[in-house]
């Protein structure tokens, strides 16, 4: 099954933010389940500093996912963190029309995602692990991989 949304501009309503705060969990369990999350179908995963009662550090991870699949999602975030709690906020995403192209570099094509507005174009953004395995393969800094594929699609 596929969890994208179309590509095309849309407003979706059918939209949750999940999240709960952490102050107990190890930061090698925060990228495990962020990788279970997305796996599982999340759209975005993110954590942010906080401070807690007492004063102690923590962490507010949040989720945005589609309302079927609260459930799942619940599961992954009581059986693999901490947290004795959830808070649940329904959202609305307006979702941008995308495109991907390619970009010729002196290493080989690279996926340039673009999204667009009318007839705009109003940004553009090479995939990274794409710029990350030519980085690797061919030992050049990713920022020259990255310069490279801006210069060509100026073309």
């Not at 942010?48 to 009662?53: A, E, L, N, S």
């Not at 996926?111 to 050049?140: H, L, M, W």
């Amino acid at each position: 099954m596929n969890n994208r949304p179309p590509n095309h501009e849309h407003i979706d309503d059918q939209m949750v933010k999940m999240e709960v705060n952490l102050d107990d969990i190890s930061g090698e369990w925060l990228g495990y389940v962020m990788d279970v999350l997305f796996d599982a179908g999340a759209n975005d995963v993110f954590y942010t500093p906080i401070y807690m009662k007492k004063n102690r550090p923590g962490i507010l991870l949040q989720l945005l996912c589609r309302k079927e699949a609260i459930n799942q999602m619940k599961d992954i975030l009581l059986k693999e963190t901490t947290t004795l709690g959830i808070r649940y906020y329904p959202l609305t995403v307006h979702r941008m029309e995308r495109k991907f192209t390619h970009v010729e570099t002196k290493w080989g094509p690279v996926t340039v995602k673009q999204g667009i507005s009318g007839d705009n174009v109003f940004q553009s953004s090479p995939e990274y692990e794409e710029c990350r395995k030519i980085a690797k393969k061919y030992d050049v800094p990713l920022k020259k991989v990255y310069e490279e594929v801006w210069r060509n699609a100026e073309k």
